[in-house]
């Protein structure tokens, strides 16, 4: 699954960010359960008829399991059900009694079974679902909204609306029966058997899926959706979008049919199932989720069509993230919540190596740069291994699972090849195909596909925590000709960190030219000695940033000028900016990083350097920033230097030309990046300036949504009236998204804004949820308090929606100055620091009319 912000920004990887670290359980959520259970029987096959209530929100359900005994003397069966009223249960057609506790239903069966038995249970029931299946409807604030009710099984859930077996561990084919209103549409998982008339208005749809799946894979997806077919080897690729939005499905998903062709190809093992749909609907409560043959993705990535071409990689990265799961996750399932990053890993990684076949190598090149900083950055993960089974406080789907799980794969390409790691992976999906697999069956299976024994790598990277800090240095003997490399890896050891033996490339440039140098570190501290004709230019350890890892390299200003130009790879000019970005004041490293801005072949590395820029505050970058301006068309690089120049207060052409930008551009983003920077700058104007885009319009409302959002940086709060219009139910959700947590930032001694705020909390609408329970956060009025806890108890809480609450409610309770000692203090902090970082994240994703898991947004 994308969790929620993953982003365009590689909705990933936000959204993985987001899951990361601050998961904190609420009392009454559970966790997952870590470990696959032992299984008493085998269910096979369900055939699942559903039928529902709109005004009641209710679904009606008739199921019939089959199932075979698998463990001696078996005389019950249990079904995982919540909430659900069971009407009556059959075993074998004969009506039976049964039990049902808070979380099961308990069938008796004829007698002590024995393995093999089967057993037909037929199970009717009905219940109003608080999670798992969701009801949007029109109501009185959105009465035009396309009717749509749709189910999220991941990770937990489809018991909340089918009594079933739900634990990754079993796999079954499945018969979906939906009836609904004749003019719906319906989506399940597998082939369409047929439509018929049901009476009373009324359809019924079949789909039957024969290839066996997990039952958190089942999907039902029914209501008013516009439809793109098209096909790929004969085969039905569909797309849906809540009616009247279909015109921006081929915008946005065309590329679907060239992805199943490229991971067919490079996996060596065809796509598996009979369709490939991907449904779009509204208030998804995650990015994305893989439903086998029917992907469910949230309709913010129906991104306009005037401004998908304004996103380099456009919807590619959710796109390909759930379709890798078809084969990772749907057809080789994780046997338990523990390895979950062999799902999620592999999802990511297949993002990747689309990012890395559809565009200019560079992208990929910087985005793996940019990840591994951030993951980095994130202490939180660093301490925990891939493989963890202890995530009671905190989810399995953290940014381990998805970031560093996609970046392990990437090393071990690397490390083995391309040739043998696609033959390994051949061979894990190969010996796996339609079963559940722990981490040992992927370095097994590439063991044998390669003989190469992996079980080094996967102790280090996989089951043990962290990755090397590096600290370099080097010097050169003139007399000997020769250069010494010291190594440290400053890595604590602690926990499941050690220090890490890896392999990498050394590259020494003379003014003879450049030499590369295989070596292996493998302790705390080491020296490597290298011949060298003459005085090195430039000594890159790790060419080209393949391993995941920080490094500080000692080196002197004029290698760093040196690198920034000459280095040949993306990190390695990437590491370059960030040294000197340092030198805030120099003019060498200034004026280097202004050639950077102009020239550099890779956009983000000119990005970057922007970034670097605008942290300088030095007028001379200013001018550079401005400069560079005119020279850069591409959207996704010019909004970042717009928003560089948020950093120059009180700088008059800064300030005109941000105000020229922000009224006319040729780049939406870029224009919304100056309504942003408007408010960051204090310019004279900015109210005014922000007042009017608020009311004009623009694709998706996207200007006003960034004016809205400034108007919290702004402070001033005169704009309170025109925020508290534009948080108002019956605007555009994401419209409310930006207002309200501008809102929250102004007139904070106004309870009513606080009242107002908490109000939204009960909404049905999810993003308008995430953006109240972190704009209360941000207020900091303890008042809040009570209407975040009652939220926590109200039933129908997603699972990414109790950690963010129990992290805001934290961070009102947070005292200063609390007698909780240095380290508790010191984490605070960090919460403090991390949840700062979310709440970018979450504009980040209103911005892109998104919700959250995929590639980190623009750093700052
Ligand atoms: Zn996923």
Redesign the pocket.
């Known amino acids: 699954?994308?969790?929620f912000l993953k982003e365009k920004l590689g909705v990933?990887a936000v959204l993985a960010a987001l899951m990361a670290g601050l998961l904190v359980l609420a009392p009454r959520a559970k966790a997952d359960e870590p470990y696959a259970r032992s299984k008493d029987y085998d269910l096979q096959h369900s055939k699942i008829a559903l039928r529902f209530d709109l005004d009641e929100k209710k679904v009606m359900g008739d199921v019939t399991h089959t199932l075979t005994i698998l463990k001696d003397g078996t005389e019950k069966i249990w079904f995982d059900s919540v909430g659900l009223a069971i009407e009556s249960v059959t075993v074998n057609k004969s009506a039976t009694k049964f039990e049902t506790k808070e979380t099961k239903l308990i069938v008796p069966l004829p007698g002590a079974a024995r393995p093999g038995q089967k057993f037909d249970v037929e199970i009717k029931y009905a219940g109003k679902p608080t999670k798992g299946l969701y009801f949007i409807l029109p109501d009185k604030d959105y009465p035009d909204r396309p009717k749509q009710i749709w189910t999220q099984g991941e990770s937990e859930d489809t018991r909340y609306y089918l009594p079933t077996y739900d634990y990754p561990n079993d796999r079954l084919t499945t018969e979906t029966i939906l009836t609904v209103p004749a003019a719906w549409v319906t989506v399940a998982n597998g082939k369409l058997v047929g439509v018929v008339d049901a009476g009373s208005g009324n359809k019924t749809w079949t789909w039957r899926e024969s290839v066996p799946s997990s039952t958190y894979l089942i999907t039902v997806v029914a209501g008013e959706f516009d439809e793109v077919k098209e096909t790929w080897r004969g085969m039905p690729v569909t797309y849906y979008a809540p009616k009247g939005r279909g015109d921006r499905l081929k915008v946005n998903y065309a590329r679907t049919p060239q992805m199943l062709e490229f991971f067919s190809k490079r996996l060596g093992v065809d796509y598996p199932w009979e369709k490939y749909a991907q449904a779009m609907v509204d208030d998804f409560v995650a990015g994305?989720?893989?439903n086998s043959s029917a992907t469910t993705n949230t309709s913010t990535s129906l991104t306009h069509e005037k401004l998908a071409h304004e996103y380099r990689t456009g919807e590619d990265p959710l796109i390909a993230?759930?379709l890798g799961?078809q084969w990772f996750?749907d057809l080789v399932t994780t046997k338990d919540w523990g390895n979950i990053w062999l799902?999620?890993g592999f999802?990511?990684f297949m993002e990747r190596i689309w990012i890395e076949h559809n565009f200019p190598k560079d992208q990929i090149e910087y985005e793996l740069w940019n990840d591994a900083k951030d993951w980095m950055e994130n202490s939180g993960l660093y301490l925990k291994p891939m493989v963890r089974h202890d995530f009671d406080d905190s989810s399995e789907f953290d940014g381990n699972a998805?970031n560093k799980g996609g970046w392990v794969l990437m090393m071990l390409r690397h490390q083995l090849g391309e040739e043998a790691f696609y033959a390994g992976v051949k061979h894990y999906l190969e010996v796996n195909r339609g079963k559940n697999v722990v981490t040992a069956d992927l370095a097994r299976a590439i063991e044998e596909a390669t003989h190469v024994n992996v079980d080094e790598f996967f102790s280090q990277w996989v089951y043990g925590a962290g990755a090397p800090k590096f600290d370099l240095s080097y010097r050169y003997d003139d007399a000997k000709h020769q250069l010494t490399l010291n190594v440290k890896q400053t890595q604590k050891l602690e926990g499941r960190v050690g220090i890490f033996r890896i392999p990498t490339d050394v590259e020494i440039t003379t003014a003879s030219g450049a030499k590369t140098y295989p070596v292996t570190v493998s302790k705390a501290e080491e020296t490597f000695l290298f011949p060298a004709d003459t005085a090195p230019l430039m000594v890159l350890f790790d060419k080209g940033g393949h391993v995941l890892k920080s490094a500080e390299f000692h080196k002197d200003k004029k290698e760093w000028l040196y690198q920034v130009k000459n280095g040949t790879e993306t990190a390695d000019r990437g590491d370059a900016v960030d040294a000197l970005g340092k030198w805030k004041d120099d003019n060498d490293a200034v004026g280097a990083l202004g050639e950077v801005l102009k020239g550099d072949k890779a956009w983000g590395i000119r990005a970057t350097a922007a970034d670097a820029l605008g942290a300088t505050k030095n007028p001379g970058a200013a001018k550079l920033l401005l400069d560079a301006l005119d020279g850069a068309g591409e959207p996704w690089l010019r909004n970042r230097m717009v928003a560089a120049l948020g950093n120059f207060k009180d700088n008059s052409d800064v300030i005109k030309k941000v105000n020229a930008i922000a009224k006319e551009d040729k780049s939406f983003r870029a224009q919304a990046s100056a309504l942003q920077a408007l408010g960051k700058l204090k310019a004279p104007n900015a109210l005014e300036v922000l007042q009017g885009a608020v009311k004009e319009d623009s694709p998706d409302s996207f200007l006003r949504n960034a004016a809205l959002r400034s108007m919290g940086e702004l402070g001033d709060d005169k704009a309170v009236p025109i925020l508290r219009e534009w948080a108002a139910a019956g605007k555009r959700i994401d419209t409310r998204q930006a207002a309200i947590a501008s809102l929250a930032r102004l007139d904070k001694n106004n309870k009513e804004i606080t009242e107002q705020i908490a109000r939204y909390l009960m909404e049905p609408h999810f993003p308008v949820r995430i953006s109240s329970i972190f704009a209360l956060g941000t207020r900091g009025d303890a008042s809040a308090i009570p209407a975040l806890e009652a939220l926590l108890k109200s039933n129908d809480l997603s699972i990414e929606l109790v950690p963010m609450i129990k992290g805001q409610i934290a961070r009102l309770k947070k005292e200063p100055g609390g007698a909780q000692g240095e380290k508790a203090e010191g984490d605070s902090a960090a919460m403090a620091k991390r949840l700062d970082r979310l709440e970018q994240l979450i504009e980040a994703m209103s911005e892109r009319l998104k919700a959250i898991?995929e590639k980190l947004p623009p750093k700052k």
Do not use: W
């Open positions: 699954m994308l969790k990933r994305g989720m893989e993230h759930e799961h996750g799902n999620e999802a990511t998805y898991e």
